[in-house]
């Protein structure tokens, strides 16, 4: 059973824009998939649909067994979000902004420590645990959200444009960490405008345009016929 279904998915804003035009797209279980797309092509949309962030205008999403439409909580479980925009309060501490999130998914607060402590600590923020998350720097704070949304250890991870803003060897320290989290099992789906990103990191790609997949295969297949 793929990690993620997606099945003639659309999206008509209420001003009258259509952001997707019927995209399908499957993603299976251990990948490292990479939505690739000029700003504006529907990479965002299809994102926050698929973590019900935003409301669809028709098509089906599945992530495992979990229809989002009829098994939203069991969804909710299975996905952890990094979004492109810092949305934490800034003047929570480091450390409650972790462990607070495990609340929300029901974890005790002893384990939702634990978690806060094993990935701040592999993340290089265990030191500014006590800090309001208002005096870190652009990387570390992106780093705060990858960890935000570990800590329910979902079985699929999706960060919307995780390096956008952040240097080169910022970037390439964040996608050591994350091709160890998909070593060790979890199923990554990422946005990016670099082809590059997707290259280094990923197995398969999908590259959006207006609203539309227009090309679904292996980045050995892509750079084959480049
Ligand atoms: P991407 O993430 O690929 O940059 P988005 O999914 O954010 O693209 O946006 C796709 C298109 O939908 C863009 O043209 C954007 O301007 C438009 N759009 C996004 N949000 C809204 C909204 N709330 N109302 C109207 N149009 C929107
Ligand atoms: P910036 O101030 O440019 O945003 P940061 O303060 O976020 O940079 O990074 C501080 C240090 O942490 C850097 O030396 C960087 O190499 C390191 N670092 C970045 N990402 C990670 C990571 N995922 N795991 C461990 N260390 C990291």
């Known amino acids: 059973i793929p990690a993620l279904t997606i099945e003639n998915l659309s999206k008509v804003y209420g001003n009258g824009f259509e952001a997707l035009k019927g995209i399908s797209l499957t993603v299976e279980e251990g990948d490292f998939y990479a939505l690739l797309g000029p700003n504006g092509a ?19 999403v599945q992530v495992f067994d979990a229809d989002i439409d009829k098994d939203f909580a069991a969804a909710k479980k299975y996905i952890g979000i990094v979004p492109q925009e810092f949305n934490f309060n800034t003047f929570e501490r480091v450390i409650d902004i972790v462990v607070n999130q495990g609340g929300y998914y029901g974890m005790s607060r002893e384990l939702a420590a634990e978690r806060a402590e094993k990935y701040l600590q592999a993340l290089g923020l265990w030191e500014k645990r006590l800090e309001p998350s208002r005096n870190l720097s652009g990387g570390m704070k992106r780093r705060l959200m990858i960890a935000r949304a ?23 320290a964040m996608w050591e960490f994350l091709e160890k989290i998909n070593a060790e099992g979890t199923t990554i789906i990422l946005t990016t405008h670099y ?28 750079l084959r016929r480049l």
């Open 42 to 60: 529907g990479k965002s949309t299809t994102i926050g649909i698929i973590c019900s962030l935003v409301a669809k205008s028709g098509g089906k």
């Open 195 to 222: 082809l590059e990103e997707a290259e280094a990191l990923c197995r398969h790609i999908g590259i959006i345009n207006h609203g539309e997949i227009v090309e679904n295969t292996s980045i050995r297949e892509l």
């Open 150 to 172: 570990l800590v329910h250890e979902p079985k699929l991870l999706i960060l919307d444009e995780p390096t956008a803003g952040v240097d080169i060897e910022m970037r390439r």
